[in-house]
């Protein structure tokens, strides 16, 4: 039943590790992205894909690595990770430039992965 | 390039009272606008959206927000709020280049209902 989902909810990590966050949705959706919301409730968005094409990769350091295996999935992959690295990270989905008419661009947002950094 | 400002990080208001978000954006060409919600723990739900026509846009929740193009604004009304209201509200903007639609998001502004 639910549209966009996220694995997993909390991660809780040393400094040094690498780490995948995963996400997956259900609504036929073409584009699919990476938000990072800080402590103050900033949201900026990472990347962006769209039919598995990388669209949108904003500044992001390289440590930062998605990959999208099929557009259904959207997965990030964090090396070597860094206290800075901390923040709730959301997955959103699409119908992307090509989808219905007044609702291309509605994103529907997953329900976050907490990122903690020790 | 486009840009969103939010004026208010915070709105604490009582409960039954009206409310108003303030959202102003700039950019180079169309854009289309957005509130967002997101309520303790969750991720961002949309409120409503203007893409064209009429300025007065209903949302869900009793919301409303009204696109004044000369202002550059997008500011989100209430008339009564309830406790339940009470999250953080995200304005943005959406605007469609070569790549696909990239999205801003304003800072967001912390609506706090209190009794």
């Known amino acids: 039943d639910t549209a966009v989902s996220q694995t997993p909810k909390y991660l809780v990590t040393q400094m040094g590790n690498d780490k995948s966050i995963k996400c997956e949705q259900n609504l036929g959706h073409d584009t699919m992205y990476w938000y990072k919301q800080d402590s103050k409730k900033f949201l900026k968005i990472m990347f962006s894909?769209?039919?598995?094409?990388?669209?949108i990769n904003e500044t992001v350091p390289n440590r930062f690595s998605p990959k999208s295996p099929d557009k259904a999935h959207l997965n990030l992959h964090i090396n070597s990770l860094e206290l800075g690295d901390s923040a709730v990270y959301f997955c959103?989905?699409?119908?992307?430039?090509?989808?219905?008419?007044?609702?291309?661009?509605?994103?529907?947002f997953g329900p976050g992965t907490r990122l903690t950094v020790l | 390039a486009q840009s969103v400002t939010q004026l208010d990080s915070q709105v604490p208001v009582f409960e039954e009272a009206p409310v108003e978000l303030r959202c102003n954006y700039s950019?180079?060409?169309?854009?289309?606008l957005f509130w967002y919600v997101q309520y303790p723990n969750q991720g961002l739900q949309l409120l409503l959206k203007y893409l064209s026509g009429s300025t007065l846009v209903k949302g869900i929740n009793g919301f409303e927000a009204e696109f004044n193009k000369s202002q550059t604004s997008f500011h989100l009304r209430k008339p009564s709020v309830h406790i339940s209201d009470t999250a953080e509200y995200f304005c943005?903007?959406?605007?469609?280049?070569?790549?696909?639609?990239?999205?801003?998001f304003g800072a967001g502004t912390r609506l706090f209902v209190k009794a």
């Open positions: 959103a989905s699409s119908h992307g430039p090509l989808g219905p008419r007044g609702d291309s661009d509605t994103q529907y």
């Open positions: 950019s180079s060409v169309s854009v289309y």
């Open positions: 943005a903007v959406s605007e469609l280049n070569t790549g696909g639609f990239k999205t801003i």
């Open positions: 894909y769209n039919n598995k094409e990388l669209i």
